[in-house]
Structures are given as C-alpha cells and as structure tokens.
C-alpha cells in the first residue's frame, strides 16, 4: 500500500496528541510513524504522520477529520513529488572498522563513537529508502540497537 | 469569588436556567452553590444518564423558541462520571449541544487511583466535540464561554468540563478580571463557513433548473438552523418533492404535497423509490449515514448530488457530491429561494411517477390501521399512532424511545408544529424517551408532550418517573407493550427464521409502578378503548401512563434490510411462520 504523509500544524496543548492517534486507529491504521516538533509560532506545532493507504478519498477523510478537531489548525497531505521525506537514525553496530569504512563512500553517516575496535555509535540522515539500503548493505546482524526518527517531511 | 461561582456565573451569564444532574463527594461544593445563588431550578434525575437526555430535551426543543438553552447536566467524579457516556455520546452522534459538568478528584490526588477517580477527558474525548480540565479558579469562566461557543458553534455537539475539586473550591487571584463583551475564544483551529460561496450555489442552480427528477433532502440541520420554512418554500417554488431523515421530520408539515415522508431503511416506499430514479438530490444538512443510504454502492446510481453540509468532514464521506455547499442550511436557503436565477418547473411527469410509488403500500397500510388489531387480536402501533395524531391534530410533540414503535411514530403521525419531533437517532439508545421529554416539556411548558416507548425502553430508565412526580412534569406517557424487543424480533422473523432469541420479555405490572409513584394510569387492550384513553390524557392536566398491549407480530415496513440495497426492499409482510421463543 501506497505510503503516505500528512502535515497537521496544532496547538501544543495536553491531549492533542492523544486525539490524533485515536482517530487514526478509529479509522483502523497503523501509524507507520509520527513525529512532532514545535512549529515557528510559540504554541504551535507540526506534526508529520505517516501511514499506508491507496484510497485516495478515504486519506481525504482523515485530513477532514483531522481538521475538525478544534486543535488543528491545517492539515494536509505532502507527496513525494513536492516534498521531502526524511529521517535521521542512530546505530549501534558491531562490525569491522575497516567493513564501517567501506560504505563511506557510498553513504554520508558519521561516527560519534567507537567504543572499541569493532563496536561503534553512528548516526545516518536521509530518506527512509536511503537508510532502509544502508542497513541492508550493513547486514542486519551487525546492528546492536537502532533508533530511527520516524519521517520528517517539508514541501518544496 | 471561587471556581465554583464562576462556574455558575457563566452558565447564568449563558442563559441556562435548568441544571440536570446527581450530587456526590467531588461534586457537592458545585451543587451548594447552586442552591446558595437560586438561580437555576435543579432538576435531580435518578440515574445520571437520564441527566444527559432530560438536558438534550432541554437543547433540542429550544432551538425553534424565542429562548434558545444549551441543556446542562452535572455528575460526580468517577461512577457519576461514567453514567454520562451514553448520553454524551448520543449527542454527539445526533449533534445536540449540551455541557456536561464532572467533579474530578483534587489536582493533588489525580492519578493516584483515588476514590472515586477515572479518567474523564480521556474517556470522554472520543465521544464528544471537545473535553476541558481547569486547573486554575481563574481559567474557569473563560473555559465555560469557550464550550459554549464550540457547542454551539459550527455543527452543534457535546463538550464535558471535568473539574477538581480543590480548583472549584479555589480563590480567583486578586487581579482577576472577567469580560464577556471582550471574550473571544483562542481557537486558531476551529473554522466554519456559516455563509455559502457563490460559485457552488450558481452551480447548484444550474442543476437544479436543469434537472428532470429532483428529490429535496431534509436533515437535522434544516431543523437546527430552524429552516423548515425556508425550505418549504424552496420545494412549493421548485415544485420538487421532499424526503427527510429521521431528525429532519417535523421541518415542514407532513401532508405536504411535496412531502415523501421518511428515507431509508424504514423509509416509505415513495422516498426511496424516488431517490432510486432521482437525477438530482438537495441535500440540507445530513450526513448519508448508512440507515439512510443502505448498500452505498449501488445508491442514487443515477442523480447527481449537492450537499449543503455545515461540517466540511461530511462532504464526500460516504456518497460522492457534485456539487458541495459548506455552509449553513438555513442561510443557503435563504439565498437559494431568493435567487432570480431559479426556476420553477411543473415536473408532471415525476409527480405523476410519484403518485405511483405512493400507491405501492397505500391500501395495504390503510387497511392494516383501519383493522387495527393483529393476528392474535392485540392493537395494532400504526392504528395507536394514527389515532394520536388525528386526535392532537398533529400539533403535539412526541418523543419516541427507540424500536419499532419509534418508527411507527415517526411514519404514523402527521407532524405540524415544527420542530416537535425528538428522537435518539443516530445511536438510536433506548431509554432515551422518558428522560429526554422531561427536559422537552420544561422548555416548551405550554405543548402537550407525549412520551412513547416500548416495553424495552421503558424498563430502562423507567427510574425517572421518580423526576416526574418531584417536578410534577406534565408528560403524557405512553408504553407501547408487546412483549417483546420489538425490532429485534421483527429482525428475527425476516431474517433468522423466527428464532426469537433474547428478545421476548416480561414487563412489571405497570398499573401498580404507576401507582407507586401517585401518576394515574390505563390499560388498553381493545380497538374502542384507544380514543377515550388518550381523550382522558388530553383533558387531564399532569402526567399519565397509558399502557397499549400491542401485537408482538406487527412489523414495520417497508424495510431495506441492513447492508442491503433500495431494489431489496421489503414491502410485503412475509409468510408468517412458526413463532419460536420462549412464550
Ligand atoms: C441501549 C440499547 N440497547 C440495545 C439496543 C438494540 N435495540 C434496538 S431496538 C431494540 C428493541 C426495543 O424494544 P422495545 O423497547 O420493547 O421497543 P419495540 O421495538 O418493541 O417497539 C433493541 C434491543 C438499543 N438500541 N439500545
Ligand atoms: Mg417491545
């Protein structure tokens, strides 16, 4: 199913967040990721949600019903073709530093930490396809511990 | 001055003048101060759901009165708390206004599992339009202007305020100051269009003037934006014939000629064979909820639609529009009618198709009120209703509970007076008749207001006959008795081969509850005692029960069976078959 992005800018009051993500699993998805921040107005922030859905018209509905919400002051859908999905993740990794080494070339991550020879701390950004080939060039079994921002999207 | 008077100064400020509602320990400082200000006639229910439906009562009725209210119900924290979910969500699923007020436990104990403690805001939160917590005296009086404002604002619904013991009890600062003429609520969120573009109308009209088969949609936001009379003269003027939603009933009169009763699935066979061959639907604030519809795929596959909608989230939810009007019922209307560009149209050849959908059932339901009883000789809901209206001329108010007797009064009697019909539609709760018609006569005290409910409904806030003698409420009460969970078991007949599976029932001796609480009561059992039973309840002033033993065979129809499409429905009575059940 078709991934999707929606933007909400909403007051950062208590319990905002709650009635969002109830009405994304009263509408019965799974978030695939949420993130919030805070917005360039004191009091409001942004919230990038992503989930799976092809129906256009039913994404629709959930954009009006996020923007019933008195909280909510716009919502709207973000696509790939006019917008920038991205995410930032940090790793764990047991490897090899000379193995590490070898996807610089092809990846930008840096390195904040070598704990020793073969376990380090890095941390990678860029569109979630983009760190989804990093970990499969890595391997999966030399991930520690993984922590990934969820998506962060602006439009062009 | 302290929280609790603020409280209180608001709500009077807001023009309230009853408060619903059950005392307990994280509530009482509230309830004294009521009784210290006497400004509000207190109104104790004897559950505090039937709190939330009397304050609906007070809502709904209103509306359409030179002193509109917002019904306000009050509850302590916890078990109070919960006992207010059914109603709070039947409000907002039928967009009634109403303030419901919670004692919470002290801001020092919240979240410790205290006595009495649950989590208000979050279990109201999805079952209404918006949910407050103060946690300052000060914030309070800027809080309730605010829930006024969104409950009545834009479409209409429940908000639940949910306060502290301690901060009802608490001081206002020293400084505190308090303006209603410069409040304005902080909602950069909160948009509604009240006023319709022009682009959308111009475009509706030039369907409108274009079309051959056009249906009128009259819903809930005709009769809360009171603009039954507007649309009325929007149908004579267009000569398009009118079908309503359960809520829309009573907008204009009945027997209207361009009147086609009740759509969907107990809808009468002229709205929804019209709506099958419609070109063109006008639809006024509604929301196509599926008893409206049936399968939506396969509905009004040939007319166009434009939706006038106050909530943009309704537009293009179930049925696709072509033509969509964010706004207001009443003000588009209003600039509709007015419009030059309109035109009038005799349609001779859909009314006279018309005319042939109404023959469909005609003489069948003619016959079946005129003989009146049923197969094992007990009355008949139809014929009880049908009398009721002719004898009231259709000018009174009635309150159905929810079942088959509901539609039987929503299909049955030839409603007048607008806005005189209030029912529990959209959650459809039953219990909701007795409760809600108390806070309908007390806002309406000169209308004769008649109560109907089945033998189920009834049994389930029949408590609140203890409200009516307290405040000696004037209700005509009728019990609709066959036995039975009525529309359960007509389900059962027409679908799972008569098996009547939790559905048959015993009732109390209802003469004997009648008297228990001092309220005069008859028994009717045969077709000559209807007239002068309701007779006596008309000359009588103050409440009466009068119990009809109704046939538990009768069925409502026609019917489009759940799910199921308009070509699929039911307009003949099956076969009876063998009765099951345990009696
Ligand atoms: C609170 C609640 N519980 C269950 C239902 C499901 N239900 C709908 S109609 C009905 C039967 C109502 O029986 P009764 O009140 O006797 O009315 P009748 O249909 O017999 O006229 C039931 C059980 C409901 N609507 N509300
Ligand atoms: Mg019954």
Redesign the interface.
């Known amino acids: 199913m078709r991934r999707r992005a929606i933007l909400a800018y909403?007051?950062d009051s208590p319990?905002v967040l709650?009635?969002v993500s109830?009405l994304i699993r009263?509408k019965m998805y799974n978030v695939d990721t949420l993130t919030v921040c805070k917005s360039r107005k004191p009091g409001?922030s942004r919230m990038t949600i992503t989930l799976r859905e092809d129906d256009e018209?039913r994404v629709?509905?959930v954009i009006?019903?996020l923007?019933?919400?008195?909280?909510?002051?716009?919502a709207k859908e973000l696509d790939t073709e006019h917008s920038y999905w991205r995410e930032a993740a940090i790793i764990k990794l047991e490897i090899d530093g000379a193995q590490l080494d070898a996807l610089r070339g092809d990846y930008n991550f840096e390195i904040l930490e070598h704990k020793n020879h073969d376990t380090h701390i890095i941390h990678i950004a860029g569109s979630t396809r983009r760190i989804d080939a990093f970990i499969a060039q890595l391997g999966e079994e030399h991930i520690v511990e993984i922590s990934r921002t969820g998506v962060a999207a602006l439009e062009k | 001055m302290t929280g609790k008077e603020l409280l209180l100064r608001a709500l009077e400020k807001r023009g309230v003048r009853h408060i619903f509602g059950y005392t307990g320990g994280a509530i009482m400082p509230v309830f004294d101060s009521i009784d210290k200000l006497g400004v509000f006639k207190f109104v104790m229910s004897r559950h505090e759901q039937g709190a939330t439906f009397m304050a609906q009562g007070v809502s709904r009725a209103s509306l359409s009165t030179d002193d509109p209210q917002v019904g306000v119900c009050m509850a302590t924290s916890g078990p109070g708390a919960m006992n207010l979910t059914t109603g709070i969500a039947d409000a907002q699923m039928d967009s009634v206004p109403l303030i419901a007020v919670t004692g919470q436990v002290a801001t020092g104990v919240i979240a410790t599992d205290a006595f009495q403690e649950s989590d208000v805001v979050g279990v109201m939160m999805p079952i209404c339009k918006q949910t407050y917590m103060p946690l300052e005296a000060d914030e309070i009086e800027k809080t309730v202007h605010e829930a006024f404002y969104v409950a009545t604002t834009g479409r209409p619904g429940p908000v639940v305020l949910d306060i502290p013991k301690d901060i009802q009890n608490q001081k206002v600062s020293k400084d505190y100051q308090f303006s209603l003429e410069n409040f304005r609520p902080n909602l950069p969120g909160f948009f509604y269009h009240p006023t319709p573009a022009r682009e959308p109308l111009k475009q509706a009209i030039e369907l409108i003037n274009r079309c051959e088969r056009p249906v009128i949609f009259c819903g809930h936001g005709v009769i809360g934006s009171n603009a039954g009379k507007l649309l009325q003269s929007f149908a004579e003027k267009t000569r398009i014939p009118v079908a309503f939603t359960l809520h829309g009933l009573s907008a204009m009169p009945a027997d209207h000629p361009l009147s086609l009763g009740m759509m969907g699935m107990h809808g009468t066979v002229e709205a929804n064979r019209a709506i099958s061959e419609a070109d063109l639907l006008i639809s006024f604030g509604m929301r196509f909820d599926d008893r409206v519809t049936g399968k939506l795929n396969e509905y009004a596959k040939n007319a166009d639609v434009i939706h006038v909608e106050i909530d943009p989230s309704e537009i293009d939810k179930n049925v696709a529009t072509t033509v969509a009007i964010n706004a207001d019922a009443y003000r588009t209307l209003h600039v509709l009618v007015g419009d030059p560009m309109l035109t009038a149209k005799p349609r001779r050849r859909w009314h006279a198709r018309i005319e042939e959908f109404r023959r469909v059932m005609a003489a069948d339901l003619r016959e079946e009120i005129e003989g009146g009883l049923g197969v094992d000789g007990k009355l008949l809901m139809k014929t009880i209703v049908s009398q009721l209206s002719e004898m009231t001329q259709g000018r009174d108010i009635v309150v159905p509970d929810v079942g088959q007797h509901q539609m039987m009064a929503a299909r049955f009697y030839n409603y007048q007076t607008p806005n005189s019909w209030f029912a529990s539609g959209g959650a459809g709760t039953m219990g909701a008749s007795l409760p809600m018609a108390i806070g309908v006569k007390l806002v309406r005290p000169d209308e004769r207001v008649w109560s109907i409910s089945g033998d189920g409904g009834f049994q389930m806030n029949m408590q609140e006959l203890g409200t009516v003698m307290e405040h000696k409420i004037d209700l005509k009460i009728m019990i609709f008795n066959n036995g039975y969970l009525g529309m359960v078991r007509q389900w059962q007949t027409l679908f799972f081969d008569g098996r009547y599976a939790g559905t048959p029932m015993l009732s109390p001796d209802y003469g004997l509850i009648a008297s228990a609480y001092g309220i005069p009561y008859r028994k009717i059992e045969t077709l000559d005692q209807i007239a002068p039973a309701i007779q006596e309840a008309i000359e009588l002033e103050g409440a009466i029960i009068l119990e009809f033993v109704c046939d538990p065979s009768e069925v409502i129809l026609p019917m489009i069976p759940a799910g199921g499409g308009f070509d699929d429905m039911i307009v003949k009575r099956p076969q009876p078959r063998k009765e099951g059940g345990k009696r």
């Open positions: 909403l007051l319990g709650q009635k109830m009263k409001i018209a629709r509905q009006h019903q923007e019933k919400f008195t909280e909510v002051i716009s």
